[in-house]
């Protein structure tokens, strides 16, 4: 197929993958939940003044699988080596994007920073912070991502719910559910065009022009 055209603008995208054991059935071969993230980084223009990518999974806790890279061969052999076990803290997959964002950043002027959050489930209570709901947790760790200026978009499957997905999410436009993984693939596209349409961060107003005499 021929290259993909780059968007517009430079974008920064984190993919942060649920990796805990309900998803085992789901993960691999095609159509799988690493296939899925794999389609996706394909759809992208790679390279420094184009589209970056990093990997997190997270399960009871989360890992980060490719920190900002250009090579598509890493990012794939990081989704690849992800496998699914354990229970499902949603919160540790964004504590983790909040240090790809932050500590291992380097900032791209003018880029776009996007989360792709994809899960099968909730955040379960055993995970929940002090005087908190599963779902206040959650939502609280995805707004400490949303306030770095990044777009968060979720989209879930299976048992999760689309009422949490859309509090995660930027906005409820940017929330998706559907109760097989396989119809998260033709909405892809769409992602690609959403994404590569957000806006960067705006530069400054220029100077209103002075008044003509």
Not at 90 to 114: H, M, P
Not at 142 to 155: D, E, I, P, Q, R
Not at 166 to 191: I, N, R, V
Request: negative net charge; glycine residues 8%.
């Amino acid at each position: 197929p021929p290259p993909t055209p780059p968007c517009a603008h430079l974008v920064d995208i984190a993919l942060v993958l649920d990796a805990s054991g309900s998803t085992k059935d789901y993960f691999e071969g095609t159509n799988g939940l690493k296939d899925i993230a794999k389609q996706l980084v394909s759809q992208y223009f790679l390279g420094e003044s184009a589209a970056r990518f990093s990997v997190v999974s997270f399960a009871g806790e989360a890992t980060i699988r490719v920190p900002w890279s250009i090579d598509a061969a890493a990012i794939d052999a990081g989704i690849d080596g992800m496998s699914a076990n354990g229970d499902t803290s949603i919160s540790s997959g964004f504590e983790a994007a909040k240090t790809l964002f932050t500590t291992n950043y380097v900032d791209r002027s003018g880029a776009s920073k996007i989360v792709l959050f994809l899960t099968d489930g909730e955040h379960q209570e055993e995970f929940a912070a002090p005087n908190k709901t599963p779902l206040q947790t959650a939502v609280d760790a995805a707004g400490s991502v949303k306030a770095l200026g990044v777009t968060v978009f979720a989209w879930g499957f299976k048992d999760s719910k689309l009422t949490t997905l859309q509090q995660l999410a930027s906005d409820p436009s940017k929330a998706l559910y559907s109760k097989e993984l396989t119809d998260l693939f033709a909405p892809l596209a769409g992602l690609q065009a959403a994404i590569c349409n957000e806006s960067p961060p705006s530069p400054p107003p220029p100077s209103p022009p002075a008044p003509s005499p």
